[in-house]
């Protein structure tokens, strides 16, 4: 895949994620985060398992995993990882509300780079940093704002 594709995913991504997080804010007016959360796993797995089959190969494919593939201690750590930033998150939205939990939750590029660098062995550059703090104290700033 090419850059520029890269590009328009990410962006693609960033506009459903705020249409996301806005139609979340409604629906957990009346719903606990858990069931929301559920019901988003349960379709996302749907759809999984439907394009396995239309590139042919089986949904059964979803619950097997080989442990040369990712490692098992480190896809168990990111599933719980994954899990628990959903349900903060979800929580966070129904508590605070969409704009000001998305606002926050922005600021997730500092801790990329920061746990990239410390377990990972990438490269940290003081700009990275800065422009990090930047966003996380902006972030914060707007919303504590009433």
Partial sequence: MSNAAGFVLAVVAAVLWGLTY???ERVLAGMSVFKLYFLHSVVGAAVAATVLLATGHPP???I???ASEAGLPLLAI???TATAAAFAILSSIQMLGASKSS???ISYPLFVAIFSTAFFG???QPSVILGGAFIFVGSAIIAMAK
């Fill in 22 to 24: 806005c139609l979340d």
């Fill in 60 to 62: 059964a494919s979803l």
């Fill in 64 to 66: 097997r995993v080989d």
């Fill in 78 to 80: 990111t599933l719980v």
């Fill in 103 to 105: 606002v926050l939750e």
């Fill in 122 to 124: 990438g490269h940290l």
